[in-house]
Antibody, heavy 126, light 109 residues
Framework: EVQLLESGGGLVQPGGSLRLSCAASGFTFSSYAMSWVRQAPGKGLEWVSAISGSGGSTYYADSVKGRFTISRDNSKNTLYLQMNSLRAEDTAVYYC???????????????????WGQGTTVTVSS | EIVLTQSPGTLSLSPGERATLSCRASQSVSSSYLAWYQQKPGQAPRLLIYGASSRATGIPDRFSGSGSGTDFTLTISRLEPEDFAVYYCQQYGSSPPRTFGQGTKLEIK
């Protein structure tokens, strides 16, 4: 069964740090790009960060650039999000999601975020 | 920077009716890079549509997507009770690399 399982959420003070993990199973992890998406209480979805299958390319939303770092360990089938200098506005449920992107010569095909974890809650508060 | 604006914010309909949800982009988006998701309370989002009009695996054919350029539509032909949820459009691109719309809540009238 294809599955993503997040962990590492919790309560942290403003200015603190936290590292989220996302354990993947049931598919060839290194073949897929991965994203982190968050949802603040009562709000919509906000894309946070993405990483290519090899880990060689990373992307960030402006709201987290310079504070968050995405990485992956393909030998452990695990995705990470290191969050530093946390702010109250980072409070949210954080989801990891698999992205199906196929790149062929002269073309790229995007098949969406087709597998999601159940989410892990991060609360930034003093 | 591409911004996705969804309308209406809330749509009140009855089971059996047709639902039409709109997603408008501030700049042209390749239809290949536009997706729709459904989210129910307490659950993770679920992929419905990719490439603007292709249904994801296991999605019923009452869900359909259309559009190009800056205007995209998600249509649910005959609403079932389980379809009442929040729907998001999402683009994949270069600036920013991914963006979600603010969502449309589909509620029972």
């Amino acid at each position: 069964e294809v599955q993503l399982l997040e962990s590492g959420g919790g309560l942290v003070q403003p200015g603190g740090s936290l590292r989220l993990s996302c354990a993947a199973s049931g598919f060839t992890f290194s073949s897929y790009a991965m994203s982190w998406v968050r949802q603040a209480p009562g709000k919509g979805l906000e894309w946070v960060s993405a990483i290519s299958g090899s880990g060689g390319s990373t992307y960030y939303a402006d709201s987290v650039k310079g504070r968050f770092t995405i990485s992956r360990d393909n030998s452990k089938n695990t995705l990470y999000l290191q969050m530093n200098s946390l702010r109250a506005e980072d409070t949210a449920v954080y989801y990891c999601a698999r992205e199906d992107i196929v790149v062929v010569p002269a073309a790229m095909y995007y098949y969406g975020m087709d597998v999601w974890g159940q989410g892990t809650t991060v609360t930034v508060s003093s | 920077e591409i911004v996705l604006t969804q309308s209406p914010g809330t749509l009140s309909l009855s089971p059996g009716e047709r639902a039409t949800l709109s997603c408008r982009a501030s700049q042209s988006v390749s239809s290949s890079y536009l997706a729709w998701y459904q989210q129910k309370p307490g659950q993770a989002p679920r992929l419905l549509i990719y490439g603007a009009s292709s249904r994801a695996t296991g999605i019923p054919d009452r869900f359909s997507g259309s559009g190009s350029g800056t205007d995209f539509t998600l249509t649910i032909s005959r609403l079932e009770p389980e379809d009442f949820a929040v729907y998001y459009c999402q683009q994949y691109g270069s600036s920013p690399p991914r963006t979600f719309g603010q969502g449309t809540k589909l509620e029972i009238k």
